[in-house]
């Protein structure tokens, strides 16, 4: 029996592909000006799934990409914000 769970953990540590990771699979990578948003998020997110887990760690992963792309999409929006209001203030007080 020893041996069997032996062999049987060699087959299946054989068999573990390499990460590899397709980005945010059937979602945009991020947006339109800035293509690789989330990219970064989604590659943690698969990282996660590959190398597997229980469900709650699952959930937890998914969480996690969640969180991550609202940060990004954040961060995005403060930058466009930032820059808006310098469009404004050249336009008004300036021109």
Known sequence: MVFSLIVSSVI????????????????PNGT?????L???CCTAHDYDYWKGGTYTE????????KA???AENSKSVRT???????VLYVYFFIT
């Open 38 to 40: 989330w990219l970064k």
């Open 12 to 27: 299946q540590a054989e068999d573990i592909k390499p990460f590899k990771s397709d980005g945010c699979s059937s979602f």
């Open 80 to 86: 466009l914000t930032k820059k808006l209001n310098l």
């Open 32 to 36: 339109f000006e800035q293509n690789e």
């Open 68 to 70: 991550c792309a609202e």
């Open 58 to 65: 699952r959930l937890e992963s998914d969480k996690a990409l």
